[in-house]
């Protein structure tokens, strides 16, 4: 049973280097704002509306939660098994469905419009997180996670490989931004947008996350190279701050790893906060971006810190 800290500082926040003691806020606590859930996944922020949307993925629905009253609700079920979620530059909900095996947008007025399902004619496998870049151009990986079983979409067979692909909604063209990734998971741009950051997870003999440059007009990765080795450790979803750190959700291996690790731009493990359960994903929100927001197995947790996540 999971009971929270109440004496300052709580000692589920880790310094592992004295670059992190300034992102700890010695005052604030690991908070457990929600739990009940089957596996959480996809946090985003909608400031606008002083909430934040998460995944359950196998119940089949995105939750919303509610900075001021802190109720949980249904915000949409079924979902088709949404994963990764993200929000463009107009504010419209992207979401990831390992259902239907698509990327969809939520538009304003509550209807939604199908972005990508397909790639040279065949079907996507089970689009799994996402990021916008600040061009508008949507960004995702395309693992088979999503189809291995019917717990979290619909058994199925890849006719793809696991490319990780970059959206011109301009156009509307599809490309293949990296084929060279073993079942790609979490990503993220680095502050100013010339590095994109990639969890590789069937990389051997341990998974880890590889980075890559981000090239001629912001269209094309290139130079790619393994930043972490995780080593036992499993990451997930993953973060930049406005200083180009790493908040990776982290777990599911070893106990003592669950939670959420934090690595500097230079790939060095700066710092973690230890939690109950797997951190799946995160993102920062809250009025200064500075509360951290962690998904985990069946638990929503937050943390102030003392940075902002990058826009």
Request: one cysteine or more; hydrophobic letters at 35%; glycine letters at 10%.
């Amino acid at each position: 049973m999971w009971e929270p800290h109440v004496g300052y500082p709580d000692p589920a926040v880790q310094v592992l280097h004295p670059s992190f003691e300034r992102y700890r806020i010695v005052l604030a606590a690991v908070e457990r704002l929600a739990t009940g859930f089957r596996f959480t996944e996809g946090p985003v922020w909608f400031g606008d509306h002083r909430c934040l949307l998460f995944s359950d993925i196998p119940n089949n629905r995105i939750m919303r939660w509610d900075e001021q009253s802190a109720a949980v609700s249904v915000f949409r079920s079924p979902s088709n098994f949404a994963n990764g979620n993200a929000r463009d530059r107009e504010g419209r909900l992207v979401s990831c469905e390992h259902g239907m095996r698509r990327v969809t947008r939520t538009e304003h007025n509550g209807s939604i419009t199908v972005l990508a399902d397909s790639y040279e004619g065949k079907p996507l496998n089970s689009p799994n997180d996402v990021v916008v870049k600040s061009d508008g151009t949507i960004w995702f990986t395309d693992p088979a996670f999503g189809i291995s079983s019917d717990y979290e979409g619909n058994r199925a067979e890849p006719e793809l490989p696991t490319y990780l692909y970059r959206l011109d909604t301009r156009s509307g063209r599809l490309s293949v931004a990296a084929d060279d990734l073993l079942s790609p998971n979490g990503l993220a741009f680095s502050p100013d947008e010339k590095r994109l950051y990639v969890v590789q997870s069937r990389a051997t003999p341990y998974r880890n996350i590889v980075v890559y440059d981000v090239v001629d007009d912001g269209s094309r990765l290139n130079h790619q190279r393994a930043l972490i080795d995780c080593g036992p450790g499993i990451p997930d979803g993953l973060r930049c701050d406005e200083d180009g750190n790493l908040w990776c959700g982290w777990g599911m291996g070893d106990p003592e790893l669950d939670g959420v690790m934090v690595f500097s731009p230079q790939g060095e493990r700066i710092g973690r906060i230890r939690l109950p359960e797997r951190c799946a994903n995160l993102c920062f929100g809250g009025r200064h971006r500075n509360r951290l927001f962690m998904s985990g197995s069946q638990s929503l947790y937050s943390l102030y810190v003392n940075t902002r996540g990058a826009l």
